[in-house]
């Protein structure tokens, strides 16, 4: 019987070399991902009112340090790969070599968003009801990297779509045979988002769902399949709590904080959204440039109008002094 499965890129996919700079494969993963929230979420507001660029103006602010907070969540429950008795420091911050966790990235990138939001006058929930679809956008297309890094999957499986990870590979298991194929849990969290965002979407529309509880969703969607995924992936360096994992604790904490927060912002806006503005920045309407240069058209013909008619009464009345007839003295 013919054995199928998914053979690793070569290690030398993971990066190249463009002059003096080494491009990461990893990185370009994430940057894309990036870009493509960002034009997902920019079209959400849109449709609200938002200016263009208001996106990209929150997320500068967020996507620093959501980068930040992912490589600390990374470090912290991971700190016996970095602080050890000869490490190399420097490598805590090596975010290019892979290890940056979604759940710090959230931590990080939701105190970006909320100075962002203040700055640019959006309703910090609304921006994150826009947002929630597109990060999963964004995660799918950040898991590549991990594909490319040789990281991220499962326990070993026999199924047709295993995972190939070569024994010379440093996430390679000690004490396991070569040729081994693993549960690729890249390509499984890749499917659930892209899934999520269909049921997202049509929840959203269904139900007209806001003040933050399309995030909420988001939180229970993503934190229910995580923590499925983190329960069956090969990470023997994580921290672990009552024999549980980081994070899959990190997972239970944000199912029960989307409960909360959808619960919540229902009990307290049962009212339809209006407005994505927070009080007193919403935006002045929009000037209709040719609207107005048609009023002026009209206001200057009308005055035109106005002024012939001026001139031929006053014509008229200078054509009757002409030719009225002149009446002689009286007693001639």
């Not at 920019?42 to 907070?69: F, Y």
């Amino acid at each position: 019987m013919l054995r199928t499965s998914i053979p690793s890129p070569p290690p030398e996919w993971a990066q190249f070399h463009l002059g003096p700079l080494t491009i990461h494969t990893y990185a370009l993963c994430i940057l894309a991902g990036i870009v493509a929230a960002l034009l997902m979420t920019q079209r959400r507001l849109s449709r609200h009112g938002a200016e263009q660029g208001t996106a990209l103006d929150i997320v500068i602010w967020a996507v620093p340090l959501g980068i930040g907070g992912a490589r600390f969540y990374h470090v912290l429950t991971h700190g016996s790969d970095y602080f050890f008795p000869g490490a190399n420091l420097w490598n805590v911050f090596a975010i290019w070599d892979g290890g940056n966790a979604l759940y710090g990235s959230l931590l990080g990138g939701a105190v970006g968003a909320f100075i962002g939001c203040r700055t640019t006058g959006i309703r910090f929930w609304s921006f994150a009801d826009a947002l929630a679809p597109a990060m999963l956008v964004a995660q799918s297309l950040g898991r590549f990297g991990n594909y490319f890094n040789h990281e991220l999957f499962g326990l070993p499986t026999t199924l047709p779509w295993g995972l190939e990870i070569l024994p010379t590979d440093p996430m390679f298991p000690d004490n396991t045979a070569a040729g081994t194929l693993f549960h690729p849990l890249f390509l499984y969290e890749i499917i659930w988002n892209l899934i999520g965002v269909g049921v997202i979407l049509l929840l959203e529309r269904r139900f007209w769902l806001r003040w933050g509880r399309v995030f909420g969703l988001y939180l229970v969607w993503y934190g229910l399949g995580r923590s499925w995924l983190e329960s069956i992936r090969i990470d023997p360096t994580s921290n672990v709590l009552f024999g549980i994992p980081a994070n899959v604790w990190a997972s239970f904490v944000a199912v029960a904080l989307g409960i909360v927060l959808f619960v919540l912002q229902k009990r307290h806006h049962p009212e339809p959204e209006t407005s994505i503005f927070r009080d007193g920045r919403t935006p002045a309407p929009a000037v209709n440039e040719d609207a107005n240069a048609d009023a002026d058209a009209d206001a200057d013909a009308d005055a035109d109008a106005d002024d012939r008619s001026v001139n031929d009464a006053g014509s008229t009345a200078n054509q009757s002094d002409v030719h009225r007839p002149t009446m002689a003295p009286p007693g001639t």
